[in-house]
């Protein structure tokens, strides 16, 4: 038995998924920064490198990640830049050594500037973009974005995992139901909103701001779709935005100037920013609790599983209790 199925994916595997499709690798192979999935840059012989993404086995369904997969194309196809699956003979999903796996074309670059007004609005009309195919049909098989699945059920996980340190556990579970109390009184107050196949996990990491040379202009492109699902149009939009409520106002007002030139946007979805933050950071340990039999995860998140990591959960709760509390952000510019 294998201590971890990520243990069988040595380099070898690697390069010889990629030969395996007619790539012809010459021996580069960078492991990129991802641990949810497996990432490498390879480079390739008599083409750009690529890079190879192989998902963690029993995390999505085949049919999930061929949702992931034609949404990015038909994003793609759009001309909207996204970075998408490459296509192997009719095939995006492949197989491996029992692992599955994708390739998509090396797309470099930084960072965008988040405190630029012309950033945030380019941003803004690329999302509103994205939303607008996003519109277009439903996911049938990945998920939603719901207080169920990143709410409930991580709470519950959390106080099964043993990892809360005892003398923290009725803190914790007292923090987190008081958030989530605050979180359904939130979403009560929006009432009905609509949901769209939305990026899921835009954040800055997610977008490389891409240089101009020659004639060509530079700007975003997305990549990581891996979160994709049904959600309100705000969940790209509100991991954009930091600072205090002033800043995150006037953040938010650029990238609705430019979201608007190609998408409407429900102004109600404002008062679900807090809330769905607070969705996120429970979701977040969760996440690592589910992955800590993973030896990469002890090292990356060494702080994990000790009391100081745990009260500072509870005081950011207690925090983002307060937050749901005072009134909505209004986009300001």
């Known amino acids: 038995m294998d201590a971890h199925p990520y243990s069988r994916l040595t380099p070898d595997v690697v390069l010889n998924a990629l030969e395996a499709v007619g790539l012809r690798c010459d021996g580069r192979l960078l492991a990129l920064n991802s641990y949810e999935n497996r990432v490498y840059q390879v480079g390739l012989e008599d083409a750009p490198a690529v890079v190879a993404k192989f998902y963690r086995p029993d995390r999505w369904t085949d049919a999930q990640i061929l949702e992931e997969h034609a949404f990015a194309i038909e994003l793609a196809k759009a001309e909207i830049p996204v970075v998408a699956p490459l296509d192997f003979v009719g095939q995006t999903l492949l197989q491996a050594e029992g692992f599955r796996l994708a390739i998509f074309p090396r797309h470099g670059g930084r960072a965008p500037e988040l ?65 989530l109390e605050a ?118 998140f060494p702080w994990f599983n000790t009391p100081r990591y745990w009260q500072d959960r509870v005081l950011e709760l207690r925090e983002q209790i307060a937050a749901m509390q005072e009134e909505p952000i209004a986009a300001t510019v």
Do not use: K
């Open 183 to 300: 979180v359904r009184a939130a979403f009560a107050r929006v009432g009905h909103f609509d949901t769209l196949r939305a990026h899921g996990d835009c954040h800055a990491g997610n977008v490389l701001w891409r240089p101009g040379t020659g004639n060509t202009r530079g700007g975003p492109h997305f990549v990581d779709l891996d979160d994709s699902r049904m959600a309100p149009a705000v969940q790209d939009l509100w991991m954009l935005v930091s600072g205090d409520r002033e800043t995150m106002a006037r953040q938010l007002g650029f990238l609705l100037r430019g979201y608007e030139d190609f998408a409407d946007f429900d102004d109600r979805e404002l008062q679900l920013v807090e809330p769905l933050r607070t969705l996120r950071l429970l979701h977040y340990s969760a996440w690592l609790a589910r992955r800590w039999d993973d030896p990469a995860f002890p090292i990356a």
């Open 115 to 179: 405190e630029d007004r012309e950033t945030l609005e380019w941003l803004g009309r690329f999302i509103g973009r994205i939303h607008m195919v996003g519109r277009a049909r439903a996911f049938q098989h990945r998920p939603r974005l719901d207080i169920a699945s990143f709410g409930d059920e991580p709470r519950e996980h959390l106080l099964a995992s043993g990892l809360i340190p005892g003398e923290l556990v009725a803190a914790w579970r007292q923090a987190a139901d008081l958030a």
